[in-house]
């Protein structure tokens, strides 16, 4: 349990790299990404937001409506000003597409942007790989640039590689890019604060420049990130073994959540409801955004013991074939 240094395990910074960039990335090969160790998703966000208010003080970022309510309080706490972008769709409970595409082409060029790499909390939408082509597309003529918060890698699909394709998307055309990576779901680590930061650079050079910039972030914040989950994670995804024995695992995970959706939905349907619940199966990875109101969350609440976020945001995770039925029963009730 020695200190790692202070932009952490090389191991683990490696094995990151290949699940977000891609196993034989031209970009990891130039050495041009500057990457640190984490503290897990929200250490990463924090650390770009320092790292974006120390040398672009007059940048701002664009948070999508809604978002993980923490990043509202990350890029506050960096004190760098924030905007929102249009992202969710009430009415369809699905991808507001076109108003989106409007708040890119609106916002100043050269805006920073934080996108959801897969499995969006807490709506559970994502944009297809077409729209995604289009907002890369927008994103070049406006040379915004995209910071991917991926703190689901492999919960969307089931498989990680898959879950990557946002990400490969930008890197395609060409898009410098940053990257939040977090461990805590996708290797169940939550609480060892596993995640890497990673930023694409111009060449090597400015790579080095960059990460030791993030290092000098580090130092005064933690010192160095925590030592025993990058073992876990860099022991895994090194072994062929274990790591054939992990995306097994975390495709296990997300059929179930799958399957759950399903048997929501199907639940919801016998009950004979009235209402459209395609949102349920339509919408990916461990969340789902209901649509009910804080005041039938409440009722769930007092009078069904179900507990869930005050915004409709049910944790996927939670349902299983036991309790389904009284899920179901219980929302059928709340639309009576
Ligand atoms: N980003 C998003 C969108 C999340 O939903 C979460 C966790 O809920 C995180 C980041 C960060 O989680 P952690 O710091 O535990 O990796």
């Given at each position: 349990m020695e200190y790692l240094p202070m932009g952490g395990s090389i191991k683990m910074i490696d094995e990151s790299l290949k699940l977000a960039y891609g196993e034989d990335s031209e970009f990891i090969n130039d050495k041009r990404i500057a990457a640190v160790q984490a503290l897990s998703g929200t250490g990463a966000c924090r650390l770009f937001a320092d790292f974006q208010r120390r040398f672009l003080p007059d940048s701002q970022i664009y948070i999508p409506t809604p978002t993980w309510s923490n990043h509202h309080n990350i890029w506050r706490d960096a004190q760098v000003p924030q905007r929102t972008f249009t992202y969710y769709h009430p009415e369809s409970r699905g991808l507001d597409f076109a108003g989106l595409m409007d708040d890119i082409k609106n916002a100043p060029n050269g805006s920073f942007f934080l996108l959801h790499a897969c499995a969006h909390n807490p709506t559970g939408v994502d944009p297809t790989e077409e729209q995604w082509r289009e907002i890369s597309y927008q994103f070049k003529v406006k040379n915004h640039f995209p910071f991917f918060d991926m703190a689901y890698q492999g919960f969307a699909s089931g498989d990680p590689e898959r879950d990557a394709k946002a990400i490969r998307i930008f890197l395609e055309d060409g898009h410098q890019i940053g990257c939040a990576q977090s461990y805590a779901k996708n290797m169940g680590l939550y609480g060892q604060r596993a995640g890497c930061l990673s930023i694409l650079c111009e060449d090597e050079m400015q790579a080095v420049?960059?990460?030791?910039?993030?290092?000098?972030?580090?130092?005064?914040?933690?010192?160095?990130?925590?030592?025993?989950?990058?073992?876990?994670?860099?022991?895994?995804?090194?072994?062929?073994?274990l790591k054939s024995l992990w995306l097994k695992e975390v495709k296990g995970m997300a059929d179930r959540i799958i399957g759950m959706r399903k048997a929501l939905k199907e639940n919801l349907e016998q009950l004979g409801s009235p209402l459209s619940w395609d949102h349920i199966t339509n919408q990916i990875g461990m969340f789902c955004y209901s649509g009910m109101t804080p005041e039938q969350v409440d009722r769930l609440t007092n009078e069904y013991h179900i507990y869930m976020t005050r915004n409709g945001r049910i944790s996927m995770a939670g349902v299983t074939t036991g309790n389904v039925a009284y899920l179901a029963n219980a929302i059928h009730e709340m639309f009576a």
């Open positions: 420049a960059v990460k030791s910039q993030l290092q000098q972030i580090a130092r005064p914040m933690y010192s160095n990130p925590p030592v025993h989950g990058s073992l876990v994670v860099s022991i895994i995804l090194n072994d062929p073994e």
